[in-house]
């Protein structure tokens, strides 16, 4: 986009509000050793166009003095509130960059600072190369159009483009579900048969003692409920461990995606165990019909 912008504000003429910005990359060194480079996003200091709140959901101004970034960048440069950072541009002009505060944006990876802050920090001229507007009215295709207008992008464009990569990660969560469902079905279906096989001597031997089915399938399949009783703490504690290191790995500098469990998600999976324990009974249980007594008795432990 050009310096002069003039025709900019004649085409938004009737837009709510126009916020002019800057932003241009610049080096940081990450305490972890790489270099980053995120963009440094210059915005006018009564800009109402972003909304930024903290990790602690306050609204934050823009600061007259220092720079917000954002906590993904925070660990990245092993930094916080208060601490200064030491940033490079690209034509090798160096400038320090107070910390003012920490903003919780999940898109982006940016730093942001007010004109009148940036202008404390650096020489550079205040060059406009973008505009966030707000408006119902405006014709955009001829935005789209203009030549002089390298892109225009609305938020509903940016909410489709999130959202087909929400859509990505909601089909990956089902086939997991789906194979964690199958996985535990089949746990279960092999503990029960092994217990079983082993103990098919003991359940003859009670069958020729006079015991009924229901009394041996409540000595026995009870095992395999008490199993699913004390083993859903220790699966709910390693599949939030399992769910914190997969949003780890599936963050990224310019998305973060929170992990949330409900309460609702645990009972859900705490149902669909005892749902599996109770079918593979089920299927247990018709095998006792089929015990050949002079056969288990006569076989070797």
């Known amino acids: 986009m050009p310096e002069d912008a003039t025709f900019i504000y004649e085409a938004l003429e009737g837009a709510e509000h126009i916020d002019a910005s800057m932003a241009f990359s610049i080096f940081l060194h990450g305490d972890d050793g790489n270099m980053h480079s995120p963009y440094l996003v210059v915005l006018e200091d009564n800009q109402t166009s972003l909304n930024f709140i903290d990790v602690n959901g306050n609204q934050v101004l823009m600061p007259e003095d220092g720079v917000l970034i954002t906590p993904r960048m925070a660990r990245a440069l092993d930094a916080k509130i208060g601490d200064t950072v030491e940033a490079e541009s690209l034509d090798g002009s160096v400038f320090m960059l107070n910390i003012a505060n920490i903003v919780d944006f999940p898109l982006g990876n940016e730093i942001y600072i007010s004109r009148t802050a940036f202008s404390k920090i650096s020489s550079l001229p205040f060059t406009v190369r973008a505009f966030l507007f707000q408006s119902e009215n405006l014709d955009l295709e001829s935005l789209r159009n203009d030549p002089r207008i390298a892109s225009v992008q609305t938020k509903e464009d940016m909410e489709s483009s999130i959202n087909i990569i929400l859509d990505l990660l909601q089909s990956l969560q089902v086939i997991i579900i789906a194979f964690a469902g199958l996985l535990a079905f089949a746990v279960m279906m092999v503990l029960g048969r092994l217990n079983y096989h082993e103990r098919i001597r003991e359940l003859a031997t009670l069958k020729v ?73 089920y299927l247990l249980g018709r095998k006792f019909k089929g015990i050949d007594m002079a056969a288990s008795l006569k076989s070797v432990e």
């Open 209 to 281: 003692l006079g015991f009924h089915q229901k009394e041996m399938k409540r000595l026995v399949l009870r095992e395999n409920i008490w199993i699913a009783v004390f083993g859903l703490p220790f699966g709910a504690v390693a599949g939030y461990g399992l769910l914190w290191s997969m949003m780890i790995q599936s963050t990224n500098p310019d998305m973060e995606i929170a992990a949330t469990i409900s309460i609702g998600s645990i009972v859900l999976a705490c149902v669909l165990i005892f749902a599996f324990t109770l079918f593979v009974n």
